[in-house]
C-alpha cells in the first residue's frame, strides 16, 4: 500500500501533541470545578411565587397560547435551552404568552440566570417546591408544556428542547388558533 | 432522560460504517474501512466541539464560565462551523492523499447523513412548514399537515450516495467524487431549508457556500490536466 493512502495514514499525534492535549482537557475541567458562579441579578425584580392551583387558574384565563418552560439556575441542560426561548419571544412574544417557572432553585440564583441569559421579558415565576411541574406529572427539569388558549394541554417536551421542535409547537399552537 | 438523539446518532455511525465496508474492495482500496473509519471520526468529533462552542457563543452562553454545558449537544450545534471544523481536521488528518480520501469517504458521509435526516421519523422531528399536498403529514392529535422534510432530505441524500458510489466505479479524477458530495450535501440542505421551521433567520448562506466551494472544487478537478492515479 502506497505511503499516504488512507490505509497507511501516518500517527497524526506526536507523543509531545497528545501531552498538550491531555494538559488542555485537564485544564478545562479544572475551569469547570472552578466556574463563575452566575451573573448578580441586578435589574430584574423578584419573582413571584406560584404554585400549580395558581398556575392552572393562570392558563385557563389566558386568551393567548401559552409555552410554559420548568427551568432551574442549576440545571446544565436549562442554561442550553434559554438562548432559544428567548429566540422564540422575540419572533412570536405577540402572539405567544412565555412563562418560565423557576423549580426548586432560591430567589438570588433565579434571578441571576434571568439576568445572564437575557430573559427578562418573559414571565417569570418562582415555584420552591415544584408543585408546577409536580401538578402537571413531570419531574426533574428541564420540561416544555404548549397549552392552547383557555388551558388545554396541546404537548409536553420533557428534557432539552431543540430549536426544530420548539418552533414545530409554536407553529401547532398558532396554527391551532387559525 | 431520553435518548432518541443518542439513537439517531447511532442509526448515522451505523450507516456510514456499513457503507464503508461495503465500498472495501469494490470502490476504495481493501482493508481501508479501519483508517477512513478514524478520520471520519476525527473529523465528525471535531466538528461537533466546534460547532457546540460556535452554537453556545451565539446564544450568549459563556463556553468558559459553563465549560460542562458543551457536552449538551441536544441544546443546539451550529452546522456551518461544525462542518467547516470538520472538514479541516479531515485536511489535516488525510493531508498526505487528501484528494482521493475525500473520494473514499464521500457516499458513505452522505448515506450516514441520510440515515441522520431519517431518523428524525423516531425523533419526532422529522415535519416541517404546513403544506396540503397529498403527502403531507399531521402530528399526533393535530389537523395541521406538515412537509416529511426529513424525509425529502433523506431521500436526497441517499440517491446522491448511490450515484456517486457508481460514478467511483468509473474511476474518475482524483477529488471529483467528493467536491460531487460536497455539492449534494450542501445543496440538498440548501434545498429543503426553506421547508424546515426555525427561529429567526437560519444559516442558508452556509450551505449556499458550501455548495459554491464544491461547484468551484469540481470544476477545478475537472479541468486539470489528468495524472497518473497514485494506487
New interface residues.
Given amino acids: ?10 500517527p ?1 499525534l506526536s507523543p509531545t501533541v497528545r501531552r498538550y492535549l491531555i494538559a488542555a482537557l485537564a485544564l ?2 479544572l ?2 470545578a472552578c ?2 458562579a452566575g451573573v448578580p441579578p441586578e435589574g430584574v425584580s423578584e419573582l413571584p411565587p406560584t404554585d400549580y392551583a395558581a398556575m392552572s387558574a393562570l392558563l385557563a384565563a389566558s386568551d393567548r397560547p401559552v409555552v410554559l418552560n420548568v427551568w432551574a439556575s442549576w440545571c ?2 436549562c ?6 426561548l ?3 419571544h ?2 412570536s412574544g405577540d402572539r405567544v404568552r412565555f412563562v418560565g417557572v423557576a423549580v426548586r432553585d432560591d430567589q438570588e440564583a433565579a434571578r441571576g440566570f434571568i439576568a ?3 430573559l427578562v421579558n418573559l414571565e417569570h415565576y418562582f415555584d420552591p417546591s415544584g408543585s408546577v411541574p409536580g401538578g402537571l406529572g413531570a419531574a426533574g427539569v428541564p420540561h416544555t408544556f404548549f397549552f392552547a388558549p383557555g388551558g388545554h394541554l ?2 409536553h417536551h ?3 428542547i ?7 409547537q409554536i ?2 399552537l398558532l ?2 388558533e387559525g | 432522560m431520553e435518548f432518541t438523539l443518542l439513537g439517531a446518532v447511532a442509526v448515522a455511525v451505523v450507516t456510514f460504517g456499513v457503507t464503508l465496508w461495503f465500498e472495501a474492495g469494490r470502490t476504495n482500496p481493501a482493508g481501508s474501512s479501519r483508517r477512513l473509519g478514524d478520520a471520519a471520526l476525527a473529523a465528525a468529533l471535531s466538528g461537533l466541539l466546534a460547532g457546540r462552542l460556535a452554537a453556545m457563543v451565539a446564544g450568549g452562553n459563556d463556553p468558559l464560565a459553563h465549560p460542562a454545558d458543551i457536552v449538551v449537544v441536544r441544546a443546539g450545534v451550529d452546522t456551518g462551523f461544525a462542518a467547516l471544523a470538520a472538514l479541516a481536521v479531515l485536511a489535516l488528518y488525510a493531508r498526505h492523499n487528501l484528494w482521493r480520501t475525500l473520494d473514499c469517504l464521500a457516499p458513505a458521509a452522505l448515506a450516514g447523513l441520510a440515515a441522520w435526516h431519517l431518523s428524525g421519523l423516531f425523533r419526532g422531528a422529522w415535519l416541517g412548514t404546513s403544506s396540503s399536498l397529498p403527502w403531507a403529514v399531521a402530528q399526533e392529535g393535530s389537523t395541521v399537515t406538515r412537509h416529511p422534510v426529513e424525509v425529502y432530505a433523506a431521500l436526497g441524500l441517499l440517491l446522491g450516495a448511490l450515484a456517486l458510489h457508481l460514478w467511483k466505479r468509473r474511476t474518475p479524477l482524483p477529488g471529483i467524487v467528493g467536491a460531487a458530495a460536497l455539492v449534494v450535501a450542501s445543496g440538498v440542505r440548501l434545498g429543503t431549508e426553506p421547508l424546515r421551521l426555525g427561529l429567526g433567520s437560519g444559516p442558508d448562506w452556509w450551505y449556499a457556500a458550501g455548495a459554491a466551494l464544491g461547484m468551484l472544487l469540481l470544476g477545478w478537478r475537472l479541468t486539470r490536466p489528468q495524472s497518473k492515479p497514485s494506487t
Fill in positions: 500500500m502506497p505511503r499516504g493512502w488512507p490505509g497507511a495514514t501516518p497524526l478545562t475541567f475551569s469547570a466556574g463563575s446544565i441542560p442554561r442550553s435551552e434559554a438562548p432559544l428567548r429566540r422564540a422575540e419572533e445572564e441569559f437575557g396541546v404537548h420533557a428534557g432539552v431543540d430549536e426544530g421542535a420548539l418552533a414545530l407553529d401547532e396554527g391551532r
